[in-house]
């Protein structure tokens, strides 16, 4: 059997279930996202981008200072480490706090 047969066979069920081209619907402003829709988007995005940043950065500063070795240096820019990504996350928690509640009394 043909190779394109078979992915005819296999593969056009699914692409046509799966509707991957869809279509525009003209409709009125009213259905368009509100402002305060699109901003908790992009701040899910961000915090979830920042997250994994978070994560790398406190197990790099757990690896630097097991890996000290008595290094006063090193286990200072471990600590230093820990302490600006634990401020950071803080600081990122407290910023979609305050974002969610303007996004509220927005409406």
Known sequence: ???????DIFVAPIVNNMKLINI????????APK????ALNALDFLLSVFGI???ISLTVAGIIYLTAGGSE??????KKMTLYSVVGIAVAL???VIV???AGIIG
């Open 1 to 7: 059997m043909n190779n394109i047969a078979l992915l």
């Open 24 to 31: 525009a619907h003209a409709g009125i402003i009213s259905d």
């Open 35 to 38: 402002l305060s829709g699109v």
């Open 53 to 55: 940043i978070a994560i």
């Open 73 to 78: 240096k090193r286990i200072e820019t471990a």
């Open 94 to 96: 407290g910023a979609m």
């Open 100 to 102: 969610r509640q303007i």
